[in-house]
């Protein structure tokens, strides 16, 4: 069965600080989504990763396949920032259904 | 970018009621949906993997005979709460499929379904 697990469960970070989750995943998960969920509810995907790291703007997704271990890195985090950020386990494969972390709830203060 | 509706956005309704959910792709084919729940200060939980033209798999504990699914066109997938109760109370969530190798996922923007 694969599993997930996210970390912290909550997270404050001021406007402008650097903040970091953390996710591990068992085996037979071979991609690792991130995906950011708005107060709201709506759900961006952010990033799909299965090996190295990845960046856009001030977002970075990094990965180590040997360790089962995943990071999505904020610089200088914004007050837009705010909501719930999900990994979510899958496979390379066509058509591979997710396995959804815990979740992080990010609040920001000014 | 790939753009997935639900309709309606939120819904109320009596108990033993039965409720459709729509999920359309509006800008690209899929023949692969996902539906979710998502309960209050939750995770998402996948329900059912909805294929085009075929039986939607569904998750083991999920009833298929309560959580109704019929994907009928590329673009379309519902899901059909039958005989609603206050535990089926929930934030749904649909996802489809695109992008080269089909492995990327566009969600809907959810429906809230409350049941009195």
């Known amino acids: 069965k694969n599993e997930v697990e996210q970390s912290p469960q909550n997270l404050t970070a001021q406007e402008g600080e650097f903040i970091t989750i953390n996710c591990s995943y068992s085996?037979?998960?071979?991609?690792l989504h991130w995906l950011q969920q708005h107060p709201g509810g709506g759900i961006v995907s952010l990033f799909m990763?299965?090996?190295g790291k990845k960046k856009h703007g001030r977002l970075i997704a990094t990965i180590n396949i040997q360790e089962k271990h995943s990071s999505l890195h904020i610089t200088a985090t914004q007050t837009t920032d705010v909501g719930t950020y999900f990994c979510?386990?899958?496979?390379?494969?066509?058509?591979?259904?997710?396995?959804f972390g815990t979740g992080t709830r990010l609040q920001v203060t000014l | 970018g790939a753009v997935v509706s639900q309709h309606p956005s939120w819904v109320i309704c009596k108990s033993g009621t039965s409720v459709k959910i729509e999920c359309r792709s509006l800008?690209?084919?899929?023949?692969?949906m996902f539906w979710y729940r998502q309960f209050p200060k939750q995770s998402l939980m996948l329900m059912a993997t909805?294929?085009?033209?075929?039986?939607?798999?569904?998750e083991q504990g999920v009833e298929k005979d309560k959580f109704l699914i019929n994907h009928a066109s590329l673009t379309l997938s519902t899901l059909t709460v039958t005989s609603a109760h206050p535990e089926d109370s929930s934030f749904y969530i649909c996802?489809?499929?695109?992008?080269?190798?089909?492995?990327?996922?566009?969600f809907g923007p959810g429906t809230r379904l409350t049941v009195l």
């Open positions: 979510a386990g899958g496979t390379t494969g066509t058509a591979s259904k997710l396995t």
């Open positions: 085996v037979g998960i071979s991609a």
């Open positions: 990763l299965s090996s």
């Open positions: 996802s489809a499929l695109a992008g080269r190798t089909y492995n990327e996922q566009f």
């Open positions: 800008d690209f084919q899929a023949t692969t």
């Open positions: 909805s294929n085009e033209g075929s039986k939607a798999t569904y």
